[in-house]
């Protein structure tokens, strides 16, 4: 039954762009047909092509679904920031404020009345400081010392630097034929093997 729904996913794909919200949907969906055993499991077979990244914020949106979708009116229009930040808020305990909100907010008849209903309520959690160590790109690049550089006389420049993981040998300048490539490689491995 899996395979059944892998292909449809892959047809929409295909065929039509899916909102975030839909695809966390249709894992769900799928977990709860009996499809897969869960919700990651179906995130996982439904969207394997997708990156690790793209994977994690399908999953968000299957728990917006699961937490909310019984009262979002316009859950395919929001962003996928505005997803993310309710999903965030899902997992530190924010279902009930948000449910409040969109109950006792009424029917809202536009996306906008809907998220400043949900705006409202998440102005109203404490959530917890980012943690800069998951997630997104580096602010800048990671720092290491300044590094010994080596100008050669065919136009290359050699930069010998080291980080947290260890020594680094960056080749600067013009593009570096494939064969030579494998060369300065081979040159490596066999000075590291010998010591």
Known sequence: MG???????????????LSPYERGRIA????????????????????????????????SFAQLFEELGDLLRFPEML???????????LRNGGEAPLRDALEQGGPAGTIAEEWGLLEAALATLEMPERNPRRG??????????????????SGFTLVRDSDARGPLVRIEG??????????????????LEVR
């Open 3 to 17: 395979g059944g729904f892998v292909a449809m996913v892959e047809e929409n794909e295909i065929r039509a762009t």
């Open 28 to 59: 769900v969906v799928a977990a709860r047909g009996g499809a897969f055993v869960n919700t990651e499991a179906a995130v996982e077979a439904l969207f394997a092509a997708a990156s690790k990244a793209k994977r994690s914020k399908i999953r």
């Open 79 to 89: 962003t996928e920031k505005q997803g993310l930040i309710l999903a965030t808020a």
């Open 136 to 153: 997104g790109r580096p602010k800048k690049a990671p720092a290491g010392g300044e590094g010994e550089r080596i100008r050669l006389s």
């Open 174 to 191: 013009r593009e570096v034929a494939p064969e030579v490539m494998e060369d300065i490689i081979e040159s490596i491995r066999r000075c």
